[in-house]
């Protein structure tokens, strides 16, 4: 696993979900090809607005009323939205490239990725295998009766089988000195969304975990067990992990850097974990030189000492053989992939129906070989123009950040220089990187589904663990090119967009200025916020955690940050259920900043053009069409078990809270609508850190 500490603009739902009925095989794999071709999305959706309402009283209902009333979720997602539109547009796009590659490739390159498609979409060779591709794990599970060796298995099923349990190894940038690449140990081995699904007693959480053992039960069922047996392998599966869960770390104490770094040497590890053999396992993963790691969880390695101590070899090898199973559900024949549905899928998201299997194969492969698949894709979607224009914008908003800075009035000068030396040490990513990365070494059988699934992962993994040890490739990315997503990485102090994103609705070449600030733009200050959010102001110039501000500004910056926690903590998104403010803080703070900025770089492009604000178009001024763009980047609907799952697991605030949160906290926006004070969305009192 590749260790990151980097805050995305937005996160996709993955659609891997299950459900309490069980789906037919006969439909479970059913959409080979696809049946319409999705529509290329609209950067100012005129017809998206409702007129009925008040902007100042709900200006997401506004700006996206009749768009979420003609754009009921499809079945096979769990929501959507404009990110969605985008998404399914270049995925569509993708897959023409990918099924082009499988029947005639023009390029070794092709031929590697087309034959990993080829082998996905197999659904023929894969119910023929059944769960025959996964037998060796299986059998080296079964052949293992001693706890002391549980090191050495490890290392096998993960060398053999890239298959991981109980924790992750991968390697991440040193916090005190971001050049160096060290080891790092963190928590896992969990089958549920996170920590609080095992350890919460609502009726909603009770239900959903005796769901989880169902579903666990079936597919043990699946792998030939009887029912009896499966159910005690179930019971034997919920027991490891609740006690894993119990010794996790909470998802917002992670926020905090100094909770995720305990450097230690590996004996010092070892006498915290006497029963597992480190260095054993290390030498497995080629890594039996590591002196020292970084344990990003202590207690969850010592709650997984007392579990290990405490389970029996049959109880660890139900877990063992769950993980596995669980790991390739999707990779084998259409009774695993339905089942693995109807938990995942329909059960905990909501989704009615699983995603057609061409959509399946095209996300697979773009995962395994992106930087294979991306450079074609770049060369026919990502004309050198939008990138030169984008890196234009990119300098406008770094300057409108820059001025902002300079006028905050409740920091001091000591501390806005160094903010200063921090965004003038930005990195600007756009597009796509500059040099591919080399899969000549990973090897893909047209025949080997799971086999190619193994390879890829462990290819992934060994180009990760490598970096142990040696410098920071500061130009390296962690999405892929057509991904409809956008990140800050605090270690390298760069801002990420890649050619996926950089299209209608967020960016239209031929759009009036107001529109692609009011997109992009705001993607753009969204992302440069980060690197002074509530994690981002804990990084220097050059990506290392150092106290960087005075004590004052940062007691001061404190007090605005808990104004946002406040504000978001009683933003409802299912009934009952509220948005966690301190889990958000984040990405709310990086939303309020971004509308600011990209606000004030409007302002300044429009003058420098000499350009009115008081012309309209379409019946808008540039203000206004400005903040509809916002407002429309986030129509959507969501399922509400999704809504619910994302209020626990999501940094990210629901669409409408993004929307109405962010623009009831800038005075600018009331004054583009003639609002009044005292209006919902231009209330008295507002938060505003940046």
Not at 36 to 41: A, C, G, Q, R
Not at 202 to 228: C, I, N, W
Not at 520 to 532: D, K, Q, R, Y
């Amino acid at each position: 696993m590749t260790f990151k500490s980097f805050v995305t603009f937005m996160v996709l739902s993955s659609g891997l979900c299950l459900a309490q009925s069980y789906t037919p095989a006969t439909k479970s794999d059913a959409g080979l090809a696809p049946t319409t071709v999705p529509k290329k999305p609209v950067s100012f959706d005129l017809s998206g607005i409702d007129k009925t309402a008040d902007p100042c009283t709900d200006f997401y209902q506004y700006a996206c009323g009749n768009w979420k009333k003609e754009n009921p979720i499809p079945a096979d997602q769990t929501r959507w939205g404009r990110f969605n539109e985008l998404a399914e547009r270049n995925n569509y796009l993708l897959y023409q490239d990918l099924k082009a590659a499988a029947d005639a490739p023009k390029t070794p390159l092709q031929k590697k990725y087309g034959d990993y498609f080829a082998a996905c979409m197999n659904v023929g060779l894969a119910n023929q295998l059944g769960a025959k591709p996964i037998e060796p794990a299986l059998q080296t599970i079964a052949a293992w009766n001693d706890k002391k060796t549980l090191a050495t298995l490890l290392g096998t099923m993960e060398d053999k089988y890239s298959v991981g349990f109980f924790f992750d190894f991968g390697s991440e940038q040193d916090q005190k000195d971001s050049t160096r690449q060290i080891g790092a140990l963190d928590q896992g081995g969990l089958g549920l969304p996170d920590r609080d699904y095992y350890l919460n007693q609502d009726e909603r959480s009770k239900t959903l975990r005796e769901q989880y053992v169902a579903h666990v039960t079936k597919m043990f069922e699946l792998l030939g067990d009887t029912p009896q047996k499966a159910a005690t392998e179930a019971q034997n599966v919920m027991t490891v992990e609740t006690a894993l869960a119990q010794g996790s770390m909470p998802r917002v104490d992670r926020r905090n850097p100094a909770n995720i770094y305990h450097v230690m040497t590996i004996a010092q590890l070892q006498s915290m974990t006497p029963d597992f053999n480190w260095k054993v396992y290390l030498d497995a993963k080629k890594e039996g030189s590591l002196k020292t790691a970084n344990i990003v969880a202590p207690n969850f390695f010592k709650a997984m000492q007392e579990q290990l101590d405490a389970t029996s070899i049959d109880a660890l090898k139900s877990y063992m053989r769950w993980h596995t199973v669980h790991r390739f559900a999707t990779n084998l024949s259409e009774p695993f992939v339905a089942e693995n549905f109807n938990f995942y899928g329909a059960t905990l998201t909501g989704q009615k129906e699983i995603t057609p299997r061409w959509k399946r194969c095209t996300t697979a492969t773009d995962h395994a070989l992106g930087e294979a698949v991306g450079q074609d894709w770049v060369a026919r979607n990502f004309p050198p123009a939008a990138k030169d224009n984008m890196e234009k914008l990119v300098h406008a908003l770094e300057v409108s950040l820059g001025q902002d800075i300079q006028h905050l009035d409740w920091m001091s000068d000591t501390t806005k220089a160094e903010a200063q030396k921090k965004l003038e040490a930005f990195r600007d990513k756009i597009g796509y990187p500059e040099k591919w990365r080399d899969y000549s070494t990973l090897t893909v059988k047209r025949d080997d589904p799971v086999g190619n699934s193994e390879r890829a992962s462990a290819f992934a993994d060994r180009h990760d663990l490598n970096k142990i040890g040696k410098p920071v490739d500061e130009k390296e990315w962690d999405m892929t090119p057509p991904t409809v997503n956008a990140y800050y990485n605090p270690s390298m102090n760069d801002i990420n967009f890649p050619a996926g994103i950089l299209q209608p609705p967020f960016y239209d070449f031929n759009a009036d200025p107001a529109v692609n600030f009011g997109g992009i733009g705001i993607v753009i200050g969204h992302e440069m916020t980060h690197g002074f959010d509530d994690q981002g102001s804990q990084y220097d110039a050059q990506g290392n955690v150092r106290k960087w501000w005075t004590p004052e500004d940062k007691k001061k910056f404190d007090e605005r940050t808990d104004c946002e926690v406040k504000e978001y903590d009683n933003f409802e998104v299912a009934p009952g259920q509220k948005l966690n403010g301190r889990l958000t803080l984040g990405e709310n703070t990086a939303d309020n900043g971004g509308l600011r900025i990209a606000y004030a770089a409007l302002m300044s492009t429009l003058a420098q053009e000499n350009k009115s604000t008081s012309e309209k178009i379409d019946g808008y001024t540039p203000e206004q069409r400005y903040f509809i763009s916002w407002g429309q980047v986030w129509c959507e609907n969501t399922r509400e078990q999704t809504a619910r799952m994302r209020a626990k697991i999501d940094p990210h605030s629901s669409g409408e809270w993004r929307v109405n949160g962010s623009v009831q906290n800038f005075e600018q926006f009331g004054k583009a609508f003639g609002c009044k004070v005292g209006q919902p969305m231009m209330p008295e009192k507002s938060c505003r850190v940046w």
